[in-house]
């Protein structure tokens, strides 16, 4: 099959998933699938495959092995110990962070910081 042609990605799945968690662009991809980025960005939408950026506060989760949460089934919500509030990392990385984005993917849950 020719380079950008549509080609059903449904297959690659877990192919797509693991490339966008060791970096991989859309480009790189796109060739390695013989199809065009755009439809690999709209697959990894689609599907929920987010891309982490490097300046992402999560992009090392050891980081938060400390900073236990709770998802509140009644109602939309994240709950952490209120203790989190002491922690020098989290001070200098969300204390000042009013809005976040929430991302659930099949087996991880993302809460990306909203700049202004």
Same mark, same amino acid.
């Given at each position: 099959? /020719? *380079?950008?042609? !549509?080609?059903?990605?449904?297959?690659?799945? @877990?192919?797509?998933?693991?490339?966008?968690? $060791? %970096?991989?662009?859309?480009?790189?991809?796109?060739?390695?699938?013989?199809?065009?980025?755009?439809?690999?960005?709209?697959?990894?939408?689609?599907? /929920? *495959?987010?891309? !982490?950026?490097?300046?992402?506060?999560?992009? @090392?989760?050891?980081?938060?092995?400390?900073? $236990? %949460?709770?998802?509140?089934?009644?109602?939309?919500?994240?709950?952490?110990?209120?203790?989190?509030?002491?922690?020098?990392?989290?001070?200098?990385?969300?204390?000042?962070?009013?809005?976040?984005?929430?991302?659930?993917?099949?087996?991880?849950?993302?809460?990306?910081?909203?700049?202004?």
């Amino acid at each position: 099959m /020719g *380079i950008n042609q !549509r080609v059903s990605l449904r297959k690659f799945i @877990d192919d797509i998933q693991r490339w966008v968690e $060791e %970096g991989r662009s859309d480009e790189w991809i796109a060739s390695a699938l013989g199809t065009s980025s755009s439809s690999v960005q709209s697959f990894r939408s689609r599907n /929920g *495959i987010y891309r !982490r950026s490097l300046g992402s506060p999560l992009q @090392d989760p050891t980081d938060y092995s400390s900073f $236990e %949460g709770v998802v509140e089934p009644e109602g939309p919500g994240v709950w952490f110990d209120p203790e989190i509030g002491e922690d020098d990392h989290w001070k200098s990385q969300w204390r000042a962070t009013d809005k976040v984005e929430l991302h659930v993917t099949q087996n991880k849950i993302y809460i990306l910081r909203c700049d202004a």
